[in-house]
Each structure stands twice: as C-alpha cells, then as structure tokens.
C-alpha cells in the first residue's frame, strides 16, 4: 500500500521519527502533535480501519496496546497520565486510513473530548 502515508514511513520511503519498532508494530512522533508527548502506534499490516479487523487481529491489537504502554514509560508519562484514541472514520475524524493509536500526554485533558 504505497500510497498510504503510514506504510510509506514504515517501509522507512518517507521520513518519520520514530521511537519504537519491531516486526509487528512501529511507534513515531505525531507531525502534528497536539500534546507535548503525541506519538501513533501502527501495526506493520495495512489495516484501514478498526472497522477492517479480523478475529486474527486480537493478537496485533493487543500488542499495539502493549507498545503504548511501553512507549509511555519511555517517555515518562506512566504516572501523570496519559491518553489512548482510536478515531475511526468520519465522524471521529479520521484521516489516515491505516489503522493507529493515538498516545497523547504531558498535559491536562479535559472531557468530554471535542
Ligand atoms: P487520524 O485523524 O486519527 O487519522 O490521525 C492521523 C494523524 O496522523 C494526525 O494526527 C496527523 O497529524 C498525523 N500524520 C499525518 N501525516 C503524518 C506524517 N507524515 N508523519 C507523522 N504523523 C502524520
Ligand atoms: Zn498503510
């Protein structure tokens, strides 16, 4: 999938600062952050959205959850706090249709989320 944006930074074609990688999940900076800590966990696999998981997903889901978790601790946000977002299609305001999590941190978030 070369013309996704996500896929093209984890094939390493376009440039992404990244903070995590493995054979299953690439972790890099936000080129927009919205937080002070704003990172995306995305699985190597092209997934468009959580709309397109299938049942043998569970275990990369699972994993990318892990990773933010990880990536929490190595940013040191494990113990301020911090937030995990799923947008999935229009209404939540997804742009990238490469499936991501959202890790948002270093700062106080309200809620409701707008
Ligand atoms: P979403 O609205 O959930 O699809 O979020 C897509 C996110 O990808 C946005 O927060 C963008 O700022 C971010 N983004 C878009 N292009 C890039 C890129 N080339 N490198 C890093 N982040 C990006
Ligand atoms: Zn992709």
């Known amino acids: 999938m070369l ?15 990244l903070v ?17 800590v704003h ?7 092209h997934i468009a959205s959580l709309n397109d998981l299938a049942p043998e997903d569970v275990h990369l889901i ?11 601790e190595q940013m040191g946000i494990t113990a301020d706090g911090y937030r995990l977002i799923w947008n999935t299609g229009e209404n939540a305001g997804q742009w990238i ?9 270093g700062r106080r978030m309200t809620w409701p989320p707008g």
Not at 3 to 17: K, L, N, P, Q, W
Not at 97 to 105: A, D, K, P, Q
């Open 39 to 45: 990172v995306l966990i995305v699985p190597r696999k």
């Open 97 to 105: 249709y490469h499936v991501h999590i959202h890790l948002l941190g």
């Open 3 to 17: 013309d996704c944006t996500f896929c093209r930074i984890i094939a390493h074609e376009m440039e992404g600062e």
């Open 20 to 36: 995590y990688e493995d054979d299953e999940v690439v972790a890099f900076h936000d080129i927009n952050p919205q937080a002070p």
């Open 62 to 72: 699972g994993k990318m959850v892990l990773v933010a978790k990880k990536v929490a």
